[in-house]
């Protein structure tokens, strides 16, 4: 049975609040997503046929600003799925210090069996139906998996007809040409890279003896080989849903990037032998990269992974129980609220230069994202040492306590 992301996230939070030993009643708001918006969105698709899909809009908590979160399009999505990622992005955006709580939404739908213009309306009627609830003062959504900055220009045109006005704000993850920030697009796998430095130099691992896995390849994962290349690891294994491929003297980043534009995959590329998207997670590697999709590792696996490092550049790729195998192992697991948050931090960074009309270079945007990064990931450590924690709890103990220090200073109305 799959496990359940809702019921991680609860877990995860339960066990951070009795660290701090929080008030009751604040742990029972942040336990509890503030509003949850199901909405129905038919289309009519190519062949005459009206076919009605389901879609959420999901807020955890505003106690620190206007709500932030990605819009995922994927046929397996459900609601819990969407609550606990609202949850875990209300963590993540407290632990980088930027004014945003948690939100999350998506359509139940595979967006490769729809044609564009298919797409495009999908799209145009989900951001009219959540309409009430965004806005670069209420909730600003940005890409996830299944979405891409097209759709955001999308989302970002219908909401701008129906105010009047163009409000470029309202979005992230867009175009340059329509308000987007230089950096955006691999923002995500830049803030990974930075942790992944980070953790080493604490570790005292060299990096240029570092053999790295990645699982997944898309938005987050295929940046990642080069940008890791680049740091001086050396990329040992890749794989997507297709299935993967092993090296263990390394993998060209380079040839990767071009086999995966003609062939669509990486699975298959000649730099290595074949192995499973399953295969790559038990791999001998020093640092494991889960890309990919929640609770890959789990108590099933977790015995047989060799890596040292786990750092989650997914969302919830580890479930609980393999998270106690692994402290009993002693694997450092860098949780996803910490080393994943270059997106939203650079998310932040576009709202901001929307906001005020005014845009920076691509390297004032990488400077500003690696400040951040490396300043999180030492006060996260720094919570784990002082409490004698893991780095997930460390982490979580973090994002709660600022945003019950919100709650609480901003008092509970009415």
């Known amino acids: 049975m799959t496990p359940n992301p809702w019921k991680a996230a609860l877990s995860q939070l339960d066990g951070a609040a009795a660290k701090l030993n929080l008030d009751p009643g604040v742990h029972d708001v942040l336990r509890h997503c503030k509003r949850i918006l199901t909405v129905a969105v038919p289309i009519r698709r190519e062949d005459g046929i009206t076919h009605v899909y389901t879609g959420w809009r999901v807020h955890h908590n505003t106690s620190r600003g206007p709500c932030k979160g990605g819009v995922r399009y994927h046929p397996d999505m459900h609601l819990d799925e969407v609550k606990a990622l609202a949850m875990w992005m209300t963590w993540k955006c407290a632990i980088v210090g930027i004014p945003y709580g948690g939100a999350k939404g998506g359509v139940v739908v595979d967006p490769k069996d729809l ?3 298919e797409l495009e309306a999908l799209t145009r009627r989900y951001a009219a139906e959540i309409l009430p609830l965004i806005g670069p003062e209420r909730d600003i959504p940005a890409p996830d998996m299944g979405t891409d900055e097209q759709i955001m220009a999308w989302i970002m045109d219908t909401y701008s007809m129906n105010v009047g006005y163009s409000v470029p704000g309202v979005v992230t993850g867009k175009p340059l040409a329509v308000g987007g920030s230089r950096g955006r697009s691999a923002a995500t796998a830049r803030g990974v890279m930075y942790v992944t430095g980070a953790t080493l130099k604490h570790r005292g691992m ?3 003896d570092t053999r790295v896995a990645i699982q997944g390849y898309g938005k987050v994962g295929g940046p990642m080989v080069a940008l890791l290349e680049d740091l001086g690891c050396v990329v040992v294994a890749v794989s997507d849903v297709n299935g993967g491929v092993y090296n263990p003297r390394g993998l060209s980043a380079r040839g990767i990037a071009e086999y995966r534009t003609q062939a669509g995959t990486v699975a ?5 032998e074949t192995i499973s998207n399953e295969e790559l997670l038990t ?8 890309a990919a999709l929640e609770s890959q590792l789990t108590e099933e696996n977790a015995e047989r992974v060799r890596a040292k490092v786990i750092i989650e550049a997914a969302n919830g790729p580890t479930t609980p129980e393999a998270d106690e195998i692994f402290e009993e192992r002693g694997i450092l697991v860098v949780p996803d609220i910490l080393a994943s948050s270059g997106g939203v931090t650079v998310s932040y960074f576009e709202w901001v230069q929307d906001l005020q009309a005014y845009f920076w270079d691509e390297d004032e945007v990488n ?9 999180a990931y030492v006060d996260v450590l720094g919570v784990a040492e002082e409490k004698k924690v893991r780095m997930r709890t460390a982490a979580t103990v973090l994002g709660v306590s600022r945003v019950a220090e919100a709650h609480t200073t901003r008092g509970l109305f009415p």
């Open 115 to 117: 044609t564009r213009r």
């Open 268 to 272: 298959g590329f000649s730099g290595g």
């Open 367 to 375: 400077d500003k994202l690696r400040t951040i990064m490396e300043q």
């Open 206 to 208: 060299s990096v240029e």
């Open 283 to 290: 791999i001998d590697c020093d640092v494991l990269i889960p």
